[in-house]
């Protein structure tokens, strides 16, 4: 098994600019979720799912979007990037089906926004 | 909201001192999990506590749940250089989501 898989690792936008975070995982995990995380702030839920075709938010998701259109695929939208959403971003899953059980984390991508 | 929050932010020390972060919420958890992230790295899951009270060991690391279930800690007997990285704990405020604390940086010098 692969776990959780993020593309790309890195990736340096100009402000205004629109792209897609990809998240997979080969666990059959039905909860999936993304964070950010800035130093000094620990780690903040953006958007989760609890299995395919479902999603909500989480405690910081104005400027994402997400979908889940399979269990293996969660991607993260950012509509117009802004410098403040300069971070690194973790995908993660359980196999619990909730929040509750162990998260599997992604390797993460680091953004920049200019 | 729920905040969780630990205490300190960062700790240095001599290798084969003793380490401990705490870990406050401002409301009861269900539960609460300890993740280690190394330098560069993603968390890494160690534990997950339950029950009010609960103690359990991995080795050198003691976790502690605590009566209330609104605290935790996390104590590291005889710290080694690998024992290096910040250490978080988290807890779900519903079955959805799971909030965060601060995080404790650990230090260790040969």
């Known amino acids: 098994n692969a776990g959780v898989t993020q593309t790309p690792k890195f990736q340096v936008l100009k402000t205004g600019q629109s792209m897609t975070l990809q998240c997979a995982q080969d666990m059959n995990h039905e909860y999936m979720s993304w964070y950010r995380q800035d130093p000094g702030m620990g780690l903040r839920l953006i958007h989760y799912?609890?299995?395919?075709?479902?999603?909500d938010q989480g405690e910081v998701p104005n400027g994402y979007n997400v979908s889940r259109s399979t269990t293996e695929d969660f991607p993260l939208r950012l509509l117009s990037a802004a410098p403040s959403q300069t971070s690194v971003y973790f995908c993660a899953s359980t196999r619990t089906g909730t929040a509750w059980g162990e998260q599997y984390f992604g390797p993460g991508t680091r953004l920049t926004v200019t | 909201g729920q905040q969780v929050m630990q205490i300190p932010q960062y700790q240095h020390v001599q290798e084969g001192e003793d380490f401990t972060t705490y870990c406050n919420s401002s409301?009861?958890?269900?539960?609460i999990q300890w993740y280690k992230q190394r330098p560069g790295g993603h968390p890494v899951f160690l534990i997950q506590l339950v029950k009010s009270g609960e103690v359990k060991k991995q080795k050198r690391l003691t976790f502690q749940f605590g009566e209330a279930k609104k605290n935790s800690s996390l104590h590291i007997t005889a710290t080694q250089t690998t024992d290096v990285g910040t250490y978080f704990c988290?807890?779900?405020?519903?079955?959805?989501?799971?909030?965060f604390g601060t995080g404790t940086r650990l230090q260790v010098f040969p």
């Open positions: 988290a807890g779900p405020p519903d079955t959805d989501k799971l909030i």
């Open positions: 409301t009861t958890l269900s539960n």
């Open positions: 799912s609890v299995g395919a075709g479902i999603t």
